[in-house]
């Protein structure tokens, strides 16, 4: 259990490992030695402005001038890291004359005003007052205009530092007045090296494998990398490999987002809330699941444009995700892609593809990611909904419907039922309840059916339906072991059966019957789950997939159910 195994870090490491010297600050060489060599020969500018990506040091080098100005034993290059001023930079990234602001959530004129006045006076312990301003872009018109007249006089004792991602947004006017400083993007190299120091100095092994995979993830941002590695280290007994990242942060288990979609296209506000939250709860990263749902978005949009563009769109995406993906499921993922798309027209897809790629961006910069995920699902819940879902219920073939599943491969119950190859116009007629009972259900509530089609078997068993979920989807099984999900699930069986049926659901072995696979690609809090619950613990293809990761899923906290 969680008490009983200690993780390996108890201190946030991009914190821990912030730079506080230029000598160890990566990858901004030149910034570094320009500010080095002005501290040393005494140029002390008013204004500083740093601009370049996210996670790239823009910050730290703040705090860092800071404390080199503020320095007892200052101004200096290299800062005592003991003063009061150097102490309370490092703990606090603030001290009793060194002011740090979001200028995303203090962007009013009223906010500059005060700025300004307590620019006015002099430092009160310090040797100048020195105000950081983070994402200065986000300052409103009337902000700028008041900040101006001060950076243009400023002060003897004042001192700007103003950091942006966004230079394009700042006014020529403000730029001008400012000494510029370029921050670049980190390479990978650059970001596999430091994780790999910090790495050995924090006393635990990362994979040259996973350290690239995190630096991949992290996209430049050494804050990320670190952050990613902290995670993958937490849960890890002293090593970090590949798989384990890949559990920890590069899984972000399909049936979510093809729920997120589903209720989003159903315009199932609540439930969008609800698996928001509970992905939330797990530890999903939203940056990271939202470029998944863009993935797979896009996918949806592909198999909805027509199979000509599905196959180049494929070829390209293999040629970027070709490690993840291995060849592996994409048959059943374009399947799927495609049974998905038939719930919304094409229209509403583009502009779900292009609110979420602006979400992206914003997810960027964002304080809380993921109540601005959560604002776009619910926008793109708004979207219309021109195409009935009745009329894919129907037995009709949709334009992108997919091919018919090979007879050979388990039996996904379908949304979209595949057409007879003679007579694609005419429905089959319905003989199957099991189909029924699905279609049933798609129709009260498609969230609940989204989750129900991932079902691999559903069988009749002693006044019970049994319904089976592959030991990789236990999440979609979690997710309809509700009582309001249950309640109606009940119902539509009945319905369907003719007569009353109660709803077991259970979970099986994966699709490809590949254990080993499952067990690498389910994570370890599904599966701690799965061993909390009785019935899991029943099957012995579960408790076989459970045994192969047997030892690693002790420090993981077992839900109350
Ligand atoms: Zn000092």
Redesign the pocket.
């Known amino acids: 259990m969680a008490d009983s195994e200690p993780p390996v870090n108890h201190v946030a490491l991009p914190r821990k490992w912030r730079p506080r010297t230029f000598d160890t600050l990566v990858g901004q060489e030149a910034v570094a030695r320009t500010l080095e060599h002005a501290l040393e020969s005494g140029r002390i500018a008013h204004a500083y402005l740093f601009t370049g990506p996210r996670g790239v040091g823009k910050t730290t080098t703040a705090r860092l001038l800071a404390?080199c100005l503020n320095?007892?034993?200052?101004p200096t290059a290299t800062?005592?890291?003991?003063?009061a001023?150097?102490r309370e930079i490092a703990q606090r990234g603030e001290s009793l004359d060194t002011i740090e602001l979001d200028a995303a959530s203090n962007n009013s004129v009223e906010d500059a005003r005060e700025l300004i006045e307590i620019l006015r006076y002099a430092p009160q312990r310090d040797r100048y007052r020195v105000l950081i301003l983070d994402e200065v872009h986000m300052l409103s018109k009337a902000a700028f205009n008041a900040l101006l007249k001060t950076i243009e006089e400023p002060p003897e004792h004042a001192v700007f530092i103003l950091a942006s991602t966004e230079l394009h947004k700042i006014p020529a006017t403000i730029v001008s007045r400012c000494q510029k400083f370029s921050f670049r993007r980190l390479t990978d190299a650059e970001v596999v090296e430091r994780l790999r120091t910090v790495a050995e100095r924090e006393g635990f092994t990362v994979t040259a494998g996973a350290a690239a995979q995190i630096a991949r993830a992290a996209d430049g941002s050494l804050r990320d990398a670190l952050s990613l590695l902290e995670q993958s280290a937490t849960l890890s007994s002293g090593v970090v490999d590949e798989r384990r990242c890949a559990e920890i942060f590069a899984f972000v288990d399909r049936a979510m987002l093809e729920a997120l979609f589903a209720a989003a296209a159903s315009g199932d506000r609540p439930e969008i809330l609800a698996i928001a939250g509970r992905a939330r709860e797990e530890g999903v990263d939203p940056r990271h699941a939202a470029r998944e749902f863009t993935s797979m978005l896009r996918e949806i949009l592909v198999a909805s444009a027509g199979k000509a563009e599905r196959d180049a769109g494929k070829a390209e995406r293999d040629a970027g995700k070709a490690e993840r993906d291995a060849g592996r499921g994409d048959g059943e993922k374009d399947d799927r892609a495609a049974r998905l798309a038939a719930l919304v027209p094409y229209d509403s897809l583009l502009r779900a593809v292009s609110l979420q790629l602006e979400t992206e961006r914003q997810l960027a910069r964002a304080a809380d990611p993921w109540i601005v995920w959560e604002m776009s699902l619910l926008k793109m819940a708004e979207l219309p909904r021109l195409r009935a879902l009745e009329e894919s219920l129907a037995g009709r073939t949709p334009p992108a419907a997919p091919p018919p599943p090979a007879g050979d491969r388990p039996r996904f119950v379908s949304l979209v039922p595949a057409p007879p190859p003679e007579e694609a116009e005419a429905p089959p007629p319905e003989a199957d309840p099991a189909s029924d009972f699905v279609r049933r259900v798609m129709a009260r509530r498609v969230t609940i059916g989204t989750y129900l089609t991932l079902a691999t078997r559903i069988s009749e068993k002693g006044g019970e339906l049994v319904v089976e979920f592959p030991i990789d989807k236990a999440s979609a099984r979690d997710a309809l072991q509700k009582p309001d999900p249950l309640k109606l699930l009940n119902e539509e069986a009945g319905n369907a059966f003719g007569r009353p049926l109660a709803v077991r659901l259970t979970t099986g072995p994966p699709v490809d019957g590949d254990l080993a696979a499952a067990a690498r690609e389910v994570p370890p809090q599904v599966l701690a789950r799965e061993r909390a619950t009785t019935r899991a613990q029943d099957d012995p293809m579960v408790q076989k997939a459970m045994a192969l990761f047997r030892g690693e899923v002790v420090d993981i906290k077992e839900e109350k159910r």
């Open positions: 404390a320095c007892e034993k200052g800062p005592c890291g003991e003063c001023s150097c």
